[in-house]
């Protein structure tokens, strides 16, 4: 189907195994035709599709972001967190903070994964500028870590800390 969508033009080849729009007005053109509940559908199947590739964090979170409540809320957790921490490590602080803030806002993350989502967005906000905000997520992340006996983030923790030149409080 994406080959024959690619002869007239509408998708073109984004990489191996990989199809994005030819121009921003074929994507215009179906988005608009898509309700709600089936563009939720869409981005749920999209950032499914990703998440078995493994290939693209950022894309995989966009649309399990875009798919709300079309996808588990788990999963969309995970995969914004993942995307986060990948635009992080890309240098996309802005991306990075708003899906790192929409996985913690869910709700659905376990208290490990909330802690390692602290850790990134508290780098997220020293990357930014922001020391107070940043030192503030991550002295919560070495609270949580200590308390629930999680030594790896702890130590997590402590590197991010020793990155801005800090020590957690012991």
């Known amino acids: 189907a994406c080959s024959d969508a690619a002869a007239l033009g509408i998708l073109e080849r984004a990489g191996a195994g990989r199809w994005r729009f030819a121009h921003a007005l074929w994507r215009e053109h179906f988005d608009a035709r898509l309700t709600g509940e089936a ?34 809320s788990t999963v969309r957790a995970l995969a914004l967190v993942a995307g986060g921490r990948a635009a992080l490590a890309d240098g996309r602080t802005a991306l990075a903070q708003n899906l790192l803030d929409a996985a913690l806002a869910d709700g659905a993350l376990s208290p490990e994964r909330a802690t390692i989502a602290r850790i990134a967005l508290g780098e997220v906000h020293l990357a930014q500028g922001d020391v107070s905000r940043g030192s503030g997520l991550l002295e919560a992340a070495w609270d949580a870590a200590r308390e629930a006996e999680a030594w790896d983030l702890a130590a997590e923790v402590a590197l991010a800390f020793s990155r801005i030149g800090l020590l957690p409080t012991p």
């Open 39 to 72: 563009r939720a559908r869409a981005h749920a199947g999209a950032a499914r599709l990703l998440g078995d590739r493994g290939t693209d964090l950022i894309a995989t979170a966009l649309h399990a972001q875009q798919a709300g409540h079309a996808i588990d």
